[in-house]
Nanobody, 125 residues
Framework: QVQLQESGPGLVKPSQTLSLTCTVS??????????WSWIRQPPGKGPEWIGA???????YYSPPLKSRTSISRDTSKNQFTLQLTSVTPEDTAVYYC?????????????????WGQGTQVTVSS
């Protein structure tokens, strides 16, 4: 029943901030033991977990991206967001929002229980 939908600009200029929103339906982002992730897949590469926000509002970030990543939420809209700063062309990817039932592990971070359809984001001037 849970559905996720990404939204945001498809083109971002280098050095700017990539901002995406995930709208969740069929479930509450505040549900205990649920975690809401951002995952990306660059062209020709495998998926990369970016980070997550838990039902309590706690956040978790992939170490290589932590310094540039911020995940937040708007519980009144049942939405969570991704902000990735100082982007370069290497950040070009399909970006997905996702949901996990239970804690995220190395084995499950790129195999969530729920996927959004994904949105292409290109970093280019």
């Amino acid at each position: 029943q849970v559905q996720l939908q990404e939204s945001g600009p498809g083109l971002v200029k280098p050095s700017q901030t990539l901002s995406l929103t995930c709208t969740v339906s069929g479930g509450s982002i505040t549900t205990s033991n649920y975690y809401w992730s951002w995952i990306r897949q660059p062209p020709g590469k495998g998926p990369e977990w970016i980070g997550a926000i838990g039902g309590s509002g706690s956040t978790y970030y992939s170490p290589p991206l932590k310094s540039r990543t911020s995940i937040s939420r708007d519980t009144s809209k049942n939405q969570f967001t991704l902000q990735l700063t100082s982007v370069t062309p290497e950040d070009t990817a399909v970006y997905y929002c996702a949901g996990h039932v239970g804690r995220i592990t190395a084995a499950t971070m790129t195999s969530p229980d729920y996927w959004g359809q994904g949105t292409q984001v290109t970093v280019s001037s």
